[in-house]
């Protein structure tokens, strides 16, 4: 399928149970940003001082890798019209250590790759951005097997799930001047739109 068919799809699947859905993915969504945000950390070390900043900051580093876990397997279970559940946003938790691991091997990689040029660093983004599916699809994959099986799917794809991220990504800025409304739709339209993106990559 090319992006707008994917797009077409998620939207068939989700029509009637975005009331349903929303909260999750605005919970978990909010979570990974607020652990992203550097205003909240700059307030932190400003108000309460170095020890705080360090607690905060490594409670932060510890749910990314989860929730994104979460989101894939949420997502997938969605995409796949199989029973979903809030719970399953914290499904992650149950592999702490490997969703970690996911989590800070993807940031380094991308981190060494952006050093030199942006341009590396997004071919490493999207090179290894199916990782936290493959786990949620199979949590016994390892964490080097994910990377490398993330690799192998996404090989002669990266352009087109480019275009599909960059289209949502355009979305959410235009959904500033709903005052964030529209983002309760928009948010659960992205993730199962990256499920199915997955899904065919698999096909």
């Given at each position: 399928m090319n992006n707008s068919e994917i797009r077409n799809?998620?939207?068939?699947?989700?029509?009637?149970?975005?009331?349903?859905?929303?909260?999750?993915?605005l919970?978990?969504?909010?979570?990974?940003?607020?652990?992203?945000?550097q205003d909240l950390y700059t307030y932190i070390y400003e108000a309460y001082g170095k020890t705080y900043l360090f607690s905060i900051g490594s409670i932060a580093l510890f749910i990314q890798g989860?929730?994104?876990?979460?989101?894939?397997?949420?997502?997938l279970s969605i995409a796949n019209k199989?029973?979903?559940s809030?719970?399953?946003?914290?499904?992650?938790?149950?592999?702490?250590?490997?969703a970690l691991f996911l989590y800070l091997i993807f940031n380094i990689s991308v981190l060494i790759g952006s050093i030199?040029?942006?341009?590396?660093?997004?071919?490493?983004?999207?090179m290894f951005s199916q990782i936290f599916f493959i786990i949620a699809e199979d949590p016994q994959t390892g964490v080097i097997d994910a990377f490398k099986k993330s690799a192998s799917l996404m090989?002669?794809?990266?352009?087109?799930?480019?275009?599909l991220i960059s289209k949502y990504v355009l979305f959410v800025i235009l959904g500033v001047f709903t005052l964030g409304i529209w983002w309760l739709w928009l948010f659960p339209q992205a993730y199962v739109s990256f499920a199915i993106f997955y899904k065919e990559l698999k096909a």
């Open positions: 799809v998620t939207k068939e699947i989700l029509k009637g149970k975005y009331k349903n859905v929303m909260l999750p993915f919970l978990a969504i909010l979570l990974i940003s607020l652990s992203q945000s989860p929730i994104s876990i979460g989101l894939a397997t949420y997502s199989e029973d979903y809030y719970n399953q946003i914290f499904t992650g938790f149950k592999y702490f250590f490997k030199f040029l942006i341009i590396p660093g997004v071919f490493i983004a999207l090989k002669n794809k990266k352009l087109q799930y480019l275009g």
